[in-house]
């Protein structure tokens, strides 16, 4: 497939709640919990003032010579006052506290699970704090707390959306719409310039009504609003609307 200038953007639109770009959702399995006990000697720690924490470690981890059985204490500072969501996608579990309160709590195993929360009123300064383990095999973890109208990117090296994000980043437009142009490079590291995907999340809060979503894409996209088809056209083109 020959790679063409490539730009996505739309501006979703929904009532409070997330909307989903370019996705699809496939079953997972979930197993038996078998949370390992955290201490100082499996436990990582790391903080940012960057607005999300974005961790592939595959089959191994952050600590030299522990690869499964291990958690990780991951602290967000909050940069500027208002009403930020919170999205999270690990292999295996994963909580997130907002000022002591906990907004996502799955503290079990999974094959690589979504979750999602609205905090509101935050403060600058405030703590985000991401509590996450791995039993065994792949450890994956994604987490971010952003203001509303910004968009999450999670990037696959296949065209399908399968297995695990290997990268993502934040995307921030002023008007809140979404926009990417590679040109005919790779739109992150880890990820290659052709046969890749990717999944846009954003939350915003918009007044109840009728509102028009308009997509530019080369090649396939699809939007969800909360959970809802609007746009199917996952297919090739030639940065069709």
């Known amino acids: 497939?020959?790679?063409?200038?490539?730009?996505?953007?739309?501006?979703?639109?929904?009532?409070?709640?997330?909307?989903?770009?370019?996705?699809?959702?496939?079953?997972?399995?979930?197993?038996?919990?078998?949370?390992p006990k955290c201490t100082d000697k499996n436990t990582f720690v790391q903080t940012t003032s960057a607005g999300y924490f974005a961790f592939n470690w595959g089959n191994g981890g952050p600590i030299k010579g522990i690869t499964d059985q291990f958690c990780a204490n991951l602290t967000q500072t909050v940069p500027s006052s208002g009403d930020y969501?919170?999205?999270?996608?690990?292999?295996?579990?994963?909580?997130?506290?907002?000022?002591?309160?906990?907004?996502i709590d799955r503290w079990k195993n999974s094959a690589g699970v979504f979750n999602k929360a609205i905090a509101e009123g935050l403060t600058a300064g405030s703590k985000v704090l991401t509590k996450y383990y791995d039993d065994h095999g792949k450890a994956v973890l994604f987490s971010a707390a952003q203001p509303l109208g910004h968009w999450l990117a999670y990037y696959y090296d296949n065209e399908n959306l399968s297995g695990n994000p290997v990268n993502s980043r934040v995307i921030s437009q002023s008007d809140g719409s979404l926009v990417e142009d590679h040109g005919y490079d790779a739109p992150i590291s880890k990820v290659p310039k052709d046969h890749f995907s990717a999944r846009y999340v954003t939350a915003k809060r918009l007044a109840a009504g009728d509102?028009?979503?308009?997509?530019?894409?080369?090649?396939?996209?699809?939007?969800?609003?909360?959970?809802?088809?609007?746009?199917?056209?996952?297919?090739?083109?030639?940065?069709?609307?």
Do not use: C, H, P
């Not at 020959?2 to 770009?21: G, V």
């Not at 919170?86 to 994963?94: E, H, I, K, L, Q």
């Open 1 to 35: 497939m020959k790679r063409k200038t490539r730009k996505t953007a739309f501006f979703a639109a929904f009532l409070f709640l997330f909307a989903l770009a370019a996705t699809v959702f496939t079953s997972r399995l979930i197993v038996q919990a078998s949370a």
């Open 211 to 241: 509102y028009i979503i308009r997509t530019r894409a080369d090649d396939g996209i699809r939007v969800l609003v909360d959970g809802k088809k609007v746009i199917d056209r996952w297919s090739t083109s030639n940065y069709a609307e």
């Open 85 to 103: 969501f919170v999205y999270t996608y690990a292999d295996d579990g994963v909580t997130v506290e907002v000022n002591g309160k906990k907004l």
